[in-house]
């Protein structure tokens, strides 16, 4: 039975609550322990916001041990895992220092808010036998599984051109410093810039349009091309400035030599050249669920992590520097650095 505690009870850290709560009901091998945040008086008894729902606004806790300090959690309790779903500046220190002494991490995305942490946390994770996973979620998506396999076998020949996309109203709190959270290019688009670079490996260059539209925020809006050596046309679009009750998007259109690939409004269509359109059938759980069972499986197994490996995350976020460094020079080309990670 692994022992899992959660560090962070805000809106990702309910998302993932509510994953360990159906696993256990499932009767999955783990087993819920502790929940560890700061705020953990104020939160036990309020609603946190995020762009999707969670199963609740308000938590009945009165079966977890609660914390206000991760020193305590890790002295008082036995645990195999460590779920860190906190701010993006906090990830690197804790993550290493956990790795450190002995527990397997799940981080939530994106894994650092620089490449340079990002590889001090793969360095630790390699020093210390344990398993450490990137919470990149849309890897474990079913539509974008689906995407994934069709580049992979070729059944419809090679990708041509790609458009991936995604949005929300803005958000609120510590996302909106981009000193600590590193704006909607890094918090938000890093989502499709992860996909592009799971689908299709590091792209050579990237050029990037981005605006600041909230003070001190970062870059909001974001519109990147990614140069790849067969000429492929793929382009990504996050924006988080989206006004009245729009609510969250994320999309995608592919095309391929025969058949294109369109995912919006949660309906994946495939459109062949030569055969009606069709919605394959597909999980109908969401890609946090199947993440989490994913990377228990594989502690439970003491087999390494393969469809999101630390390394392949910290790609992505090198990835997204080439994309700031782009826009902070009006959209010149930049080179994506690609000595210290190839695709996986």
């Known amino acids: 039975m692994l022992k899992v505690g959660l560090l962070g009870f805000g809106f990702m850290g309910r998302m993932h609550f509510d994953n360990y709560v159906r696993l256990m009901e499932?009767?999955?091998?783990?087993?819920?322990?502790a929940i560890c945040d700061v705020r953990m008086d104020e939160l036990k008894n309020a609603k946190a916001s995020g762009n999707m729902a969670t199963e609740k606004e308000v938590y009945d806790l009165s079966d977890y041990r609660l914390y206000s300090r991760l020193e305590d959690m890790l002295e008082q309790e036995q645990l195999d895992i460590v779920d860190v779903c906190l701010q993006t500046y906090l990830h690197a220190d804790l993550t290493c220092m956990l790795l450190e002494k002995g527990y397997h991490v799940l981080?939530?995305?994106?894994?650092?808010?620089?490449?340079?942490?990002?590889?001090r946390m793969v360095q630790a994770a390699k020093r210390s036998g344990k398993q450490l996973m990137i919470g990149q979620c849309l890897r474990f998506w079913p539509e974008y599984e689906y995407l994934k396999a069709c580049v992979e076998d070729g059944r419809y020949?090679?990708?041509l051109a790609g458009q991936f996309y995604r949005g929300s109203e803005s958000p609120t709190?510590?996302?909106l410093d981009g000193d600590l959270s590193g704006g909607c290019i890094l918090d938000m688009h890093i989502h499709d810039a992860d996909m592009i670079h799971w689908l299709?490996?590091?792209?050579?260059?990237?050029?990037?349009?981005?605006?600041?539209?909230?003070?001190?925020?970062?870059?909001?809006?974001?519109?990147t091309h990614y140069s790849y050596p067969d000429g492929k046309v793929i382009h990504g679009h996050a924006d988080w400035t989206l006004q009245g009750e729009h609510g969250f998007f994320m999309g995608y259109r592919v095309n391929f030599e025969r058949a294109t690939?369109?995912?919006?409004?949660?309906?994946?269509?495939?459109?062949?050249?030569?055969?009606?359109?069709?919605?394959?059938?597909?999980?109908?759980?969401?890609?946090?669920?199947?993440?989490?069972?994913?990377?228990?499986n594989c502690v439970a197994n003491g087999e390494s992590t393969t469809?999101?490996?630390?390394?392949?995350?910290?790609?992505?976020?090198?990835?997204?520097?080439?994309?700031i460094r782009s826009a902070k020079e009006n959209g010149r080309a930049v080179t994506v650095a690609n000595n210290r990670y190839t695709k996986s």
């Open 26 to 33: 499932e009767g999955a091998g783990v087993q819920l322990q």
């Open 107 to 119: 981080c939530e995305k994106p894994v650092a808010g620089s490449s340079d942490e990002g590889w």
């Open 157 to 159: 020949g090679k990708a």
């Open 173 to 175: 709190g510590w996302f």
């Open 200 to 223: 299709f490996g590091k792209p050579d260059a990237v050029t990037t349009q981005a605006l600041n539209v909230i003070p001190g925020s970062g870059y909001d809006i974001v519109s």
């Open 261 to 296: 690939l369109v995912f919006d409004q949660n309906v994946l269509t495939v459109y062949p050249a030569e055969a009606p359109r069709f919605q394959p059938d597909l999980s109908t759980d969401a890609g946090y669920y199947r993440e989490i069972k994913y990377f228990l």
């Open 307 to 323: 469809v999101c490996t630390p390394d392949s995350a910290v790609g992505s976020l090198e990835i997204i520097e080439a994309e």
